[in-house]
């Protein structure tokens, strides 16, 4: 079981960015997927997830409105669309299945900064 998170950057608060999970080493669209993000000095937290069809799981209170989490398992991939971004949001973004984790891929690191 493989991850691969992209699409990270530097961008200006009220920004948006869009990131994608790669997904590779199992049959991705029978699993349901997640979005955790870990801020530096913080623990690693939940931020979005999405079952197996593209339905939504959850979202973290702080990103409701804000974040739109999708997938196309026609591409062994999933998204994390952020929008309105705040300095808050500054972190390096994860993803993994959402009921079980599996071994962490590299993440990629969103700035969110003037």
């Known amino acids: 079981v493989h991850f691969v998170e992209s699409g990270g950057g530097l961008v200006q608060p009220g920004g948006s960015l869009r990131i994608s999970c790669a997904a590779s080493?199992?049959?991705?669209?029978?699993?349901?997927m997640s979005w955790y993000r870990q801020a530096p000095g913080k623990e690693r937290e939940l931020v979005a997830a999405i079952n197996n069809i593209g339905g939504i799981i959850k979202y973290r209170d702080s990103v409701k409105g804000r974040f739109t989490i999708s997938r196309d398992n026609t591409k062994n991939t999933m998204y994390l669309q952020m929008n309105s971004l705040k300095p808050e949001d500054t972190a390096v973004y994860y993803c993994n299945w959402y009921n079980l984790l599996r071994a962490w891929g590299p993440g990629t690191q969103v700035t969110v900064s003037s």
């Open positions: 080493g199992f049959t991705f669209r029978n699993y349901d």
